[in-house]
């Protein structure tokens, strides 16, 4: 197996988490259980493990379980605002707050990353301040009106999380190091820096998720293929989906025109580019008449190509947007995608079709579900996996 791979996971603390162990990850793996059981909560750890110093990488944790990423401002308010969602990471006991744990070991390395968090009370600076050891988010925009002093600001809600991060191996010592601190300072409607810490890289890992609606949205399909050109990736996502359809021959954006009588045609002004398909049958096709199922593949394409090596794909309810008759064939696609790009795949699902599609899709060796139940995360490799499916008949989601 590929040694960037997670191998071992243990979850010590994460939202409703006390503690979990994920044993002997392989490059296809498969979370089930029942509602609650913290299938989509191992996805969020997992994200915020590959790159805890990022703010983004945070509010992504947080963004897996809204409705993202469509907005509608009739329906803006969901009373959770940032800060609070944010909170809501961290494991509660009695109402309060307690640390988060993470842990993960990939080749004969350790990952780890420890953290608490506290609301308060103050007034952020103008501008935001990011170094080696520290994020504080500006708020400029919290000036008090009409005041004669410019400079004074309105106390506002805030938070700190305070982090512990390191990274460990018998093969890394110029790595190994006591664990680094860092602080997050965050605040209500408070403006962040997106600048990385450079110096920090050997924490991250490059990942990308996908909700079980995300790939509904014209927009941000439009977006994802928007920066596959930017980073001359496009071609490769384009293979990657006529391993599934070989008719499927590009994407394409297409900027709306209206007619100028001296030069033709012109771009339309207020409107963006849309995502187009051209098919060796139907030819150029607008991406929102395509079906769910072409449109989770795209979706999933462009995260593959994307990622490459080392790269760790997240999909809650893989099966979501995908007909039971295609599940083994996009299965089968999916798997080989990330196995040619090197990629880590965890996916949770409901559904037995979709557990018994990945059995046919995968191989043994490649494969691994995880049933969580009461705190517990039981193993199956693929082997054991197949005759506990096929053999014995047993349930195993």
């Not at 988010?137 to 982090?163: C, N, Q, T, W």
């Not at 991406?287 to 199922?293: I, K, P, Q, R, S």
């Not at 090596?309 to 295609?326: K, P």
């Amino acid at each position: 197996m590929n040694e960037a791979f997670y191998g071992d996971i243990r979850i010590g603390g994460f939202r409703g988490i006390r503690e979990l162990t994920l044993d002997a990850c392989g490059p296809v793996n498969l979370l089930v259980g029942g509602n609650n059981s913290g299938k989509t909560s191992v996805l969020e750890a997992l994200l915020l493990l590959t790159n805890p110093l990022d703010i983004d990488q945070w509010e992504a944790a947080v963004e897996l379980r809204r409705s993202w990423p469509f907005v509608d401002w009739r329906f803006r308010t969901d009373g959770m605002d940032r800060l609070d969602a944010l909170t809501w990471l961290f494991p509660h006991a009695s109402g309060e707050p307690r640390p988060l744990r993470l842990h993960a070991r990939f080749g004969e390395s350790t990952q780890w990353v420890e953290a608490s968090v506290e609301r308060i009370v103050g007034s952020p600076p103008s501008e935001p301040i990011l170094d080696e050891t520290e994020l504080i988010e500006g708020g400029s925009s919290f000036r008090v009106a009409g005041r004669r002093e410019k400079s004074e600001l309105y106390p506002v809600d805030g938070l700190v999380i305070d982090m512990k991060v390191g990274i460990a191996g018998y093969q890394m010592t110029l790595l190994d190091s006591s664990p680094r601190p860092y602080r997050m300072v965050l605040w209500e409607n408070g403006r962040g820096s997106r600048r990385r810490v450079r110096k920090q890289a050997d924490l991250v890992r490059p990942s990308a998720f996908a909700t079980p609606i995300s790939h509904r949205s014209d927009g941000y399909l439009t977006s994802r293929v928007g920066r596959l050109i930017r980073t001359k990736t496009k071609d490769e996502a384009v293979a990657l989906l006529q391993l599934l359809d070989a008719k499927l021959q590009d994407l394409v954006l297409v900027t709306p025109e209206e007619p100028d009588e001296s030069r033709g045609s012109l771009p339309r002004r207020g409107r963006a580019a849309t995502l187009h398909v051209e098919h060796a049958d139907a030819g150029l096709v607008p991406v929102h008449v395509l079906g769910d199922g072409t449109r989770r593949a795209i979706h999933f394409a462009a995260l593959v190509a994307e990622l490459g090596e080392g790269g760790l794909l997240l999909i809650d309810e893989i099966e979501s947007g995908i007909h039971t008759a295609v599940l083994r064939e996009v299965f089968s696609w999916l798997a080989k995608a990330c196995r040619e790009r090197g990629v880590q795949l965890f996916a949770t699902t409901h559904s037995l079709e979709a557990v018994d599609s990945l059995l046919e899709a995968v191989p043994d060796h490649d494969v691994v579900l995880y049933r969580l139940k009461n705190g517990e995360a039981r193993r199956y490799d693929g082997e054991l996996l197949r005759t506990a499916r096929f053999e014995m008949g047993q349930e195993v989601r």
